[in-house]
């Protein structure tokens, strides 16, 4: 997806009242959850991280108009529409606005219209975390643009985000290599515990199959109340491969702790959502055939282990290495060997320790569709 802003948006002063705001919201990968059964007594509970490269960007302006409208100023990001206009409604109906504009502005700003634009979107449903960062865009736009002030895990809440994983709700926030305490019994979001910048020269091959969704909606829900109990003996290794190598090789900026225990928590995972993905650990089986040449042909290509999985329900695989050389290494090497699916988008991208960006924006392009 091409970029629609060639630079970031501008901050915003201090007490100025803006007509308009630009938030563009990373993409995560979500690598697994600690305890998905509760076994241990808290359920869920994720490790993710924010990445580079594809993102949500929103743009939410006051106009002079009778009603809102939601627009789509990129193709691809017109399968967002719907549910983007959905998100503005229900923000209108529960966030009162604290300051309008024009001549007919009351407080809350009843009277005044807002043009939703969407610049560009995350795919929906591949792995990176499309809904959550979609809604806390707009949320966060609506929030500065109103003067509300309101934190982003109660938009994600007032959104219906958030119910599993609060990675991307931390992500949003903070970027960086997340670790969150899964979602509270009272509904809340889950509470970040953890957060490193992982080292800025290592690398993430990412493998994105467009032919194939992963599962979303009443479909996951299904899934995961069909699946077996997660044993308490697998929760508990999870929780120590992320706990004593996962964290540890990041903070140390150790990559073979790292990659094995990321490899590792995937392994343990994979094997218990095959059920629900035909079988396998991954729900692409062009990725999964190259993300498993991968893994196997790492430690003699590049000296040191690569660290494999899938996202979420996928597609969207990912392998760490520990740098661009590597990642180069790796992707000629599998070419050479014919494990690398034509069909399949793969790029090599960086982590990203910082959240999504808010401020002004850049003059955007015009609208191609309106809902």
Known sequence: MPAIHSS????????REARSIEVRAPARLHLGFLDPGATLGRRFGSLGVVIDGPQTVV??????????????????????????????????????????????????????????????????????????????????????????????ADLARLLGRGSRSGVGIAGFDHGGLLLDGGPGPDGRPAPLISRIALPPFWRVLLVMDERIQGLSGPAEQQAIAALPPFPAAKAAEVCHEVLMRVLPGAADADFRAFANGITHVQQLLGGHFAAAQGGTAYTSPAVGRLLGWIENEAPALIDLPAAVGQSSWGPTGFAFVPNSGAADALLNAAREAGVLDPALRVSVVRTRSQGALVGLPNPAPRALHTA
């Open 8 to 15: 970031p948006p501008t901050p915003i002063e201090p007490g």
């Open 59 to 152: 743009r939410l302006s006051w106009v002079d108009a009778a009603e809102d409208e939601v627009v789509a100023t990129c193709l691809g990001a017109t399968h967002e529409l719907d549910r983007a206009r959905a998100h503005l409604q229900r923000l209108r109906e529960r966030l009162p606005l604290l300051r309008g504009r024009g001549a007919a502005a009351v407080p809350g700003g009843a009277h005044s219209a807002l043009r939703l634009e969407l610049a560009e979107a995350l795919p929906a449903h591949a792995g990176l975390g499309s809904g959550t960062q979609l809604g806390l865009a707009i949320g966060r736009a609506y929030a500065e643009l109103g003067g509300t002030g309101t934190s982003t």
